[in-house]
């Protein structure tokens, strides 16, 4: 009879820690993290990092674990893969990229995401509008004509580059964390034009949780 390996995915340090009484402090977070490791745990969800300093402090000077490390709502941290010549020197596994890292990237996603929401509330009629969607799309909807090809291909454009600034930006690329805000500030400068200021205050927040991913790269050790 094949014997089956039983894999573990603890999460102490994220659900325990919504328990009533609970409140782990980053050295709890670190000694229970090693204890689990120590367990022979094979993946520990740590936290959240982004949603709360202590959680994003946690990863970034999580300890040295044998154990798969997870964030909330996120895959454990893959293993990237250095572009070298198999058999060269700096080829195969490397750093895995930083949860906080990832979960700025996303933003670009969202970003996309709900420009296209936008997109087809307006093609319903509605005056909603969710104000994380990007200005561009928006105006050349307004400019072009809802069912324009010109208008529509621009919109298309516009989200098709924040996914990409996205994908790249959850590699780790800091060029596309910097072109992609770039371009959203440019974006929130559309809104601004026409003194709609809501839409300019949100731009400004998620540009906030964007550059949490920048900061997170650029301290990150060579």
């Known amino acids: 009879m ?3 390996r039983l894999t ?3 999460t102490t340090l994220r659900d325990g820690a919504q328990t009533v009484g609970v409140d782990f402090s ?3 977070k670190r000694q229970i993290a090693t204890m689990l490791d120590e367990l022979g745990i094979d993946y520990i969800e740590g936290g959240y990092p982004g949603a709360n300093p202590l959680d994003t402090e946690f990863f970034a000077t999580r300890p040295p674990l044998k154990a798969r490390f ?3 709502g996120n895959p454990p941290l893959p293993l990237q893969v250095s572009p070298s010549i198999p058999g ?3 080829a195969g596994p490397s750093r895995p990229i930083d949860p906080v890292v990832q979960s700025s990237a996303r933003w670009f996603w969202w970003i996309a995401g709900l420009s296209l929401t936008n997109m087809a509330l307006l093609r319903t009629g509605t005056n909603t509008q969710l104000v994380v969607g990007l200005g561009v799309s928006m105006f050349a909807d307004v ?3 809802v069912n324009n090809p010109v208008g529509l291909a621009v919109a298309v454009l516009a989200m098709g580059f924040f996914v990409l600034m996205g994908r790249q930006a959850q590699r780790g690329r800091l060029w596309a964390f910097y072109l992609g805000i770039a371009a959203y500030a440019l974006d929130g400068l ?3 034009n ?3 200021w809501m839409p300019v205050a949100f731009h400004g927040l998620i540009i906030y949780f964007i550059s949490r991913g920048v900061l997170a790269l650029r301290s990150a050790p060579a």
């Open 26 to 28: 980053l050295d709890d």
């Open 8 to 10: 573990l995915f603890d």
């Open 190 to 192: 559309l809104y601004a």
């Open 194 to 196: 026409y003194r709609d």
């Open 88 to 90: 060269q020197p700096g």
């Open 143 to 145: 400019a072009f004509g």
């Open 70 to 72: 997870a964030a909330f």
């Open 2 to 4: 094949t014997k089956a």
